[in-house]
């Protein structure tokens, strides 16, 4: 049987991302010792980590600055934007509603990496 274990976040500044991700995702880090960060959100486990020289050549470049394959669900898309903008995030994407019915926003955190926001409507 399987189950999630962790989700990776990349980013350039463990300090600089800590405070972007408890204040803007209201995630909770229960570990934190740099180059490796570890918090948890309604349950799941993300890995929010620097560059390393134990890293592959390339790691920077595929886990920094790119499109996350995880959307997270807001039950206020205005609310959480307004907050969102305010901590350091940028629009990538404005609110549209999309055909399925429910509104979506593409945003980056300080380092480019992008996460889709959505509600259902």
Partial sequence: MLKVSSILIGVSD?????IFYENVFGMKFDEFRPPFASATLDGIEFNIEEDAPVRSADWAKI??????????????????????LLH????????????????????ADPDGNEFIIEQET
């Fill in 14 to 18: 463990l300090n600089q991302a800590r």
């Fill in 63 to 84: 886990n920094i600055g790119t499109r996350k394959n995880i959307s997270f669900e807001s039950d206020n898309l205005d609310v959480f934007l307004q907050q969102a």
């Fill in 88 to 107: 350091g995030a940028k629009i990538i994407k404005e609110i549209e509603t999309k055909p399925w019915g429910w509104k979506e926003v593409i945003i």
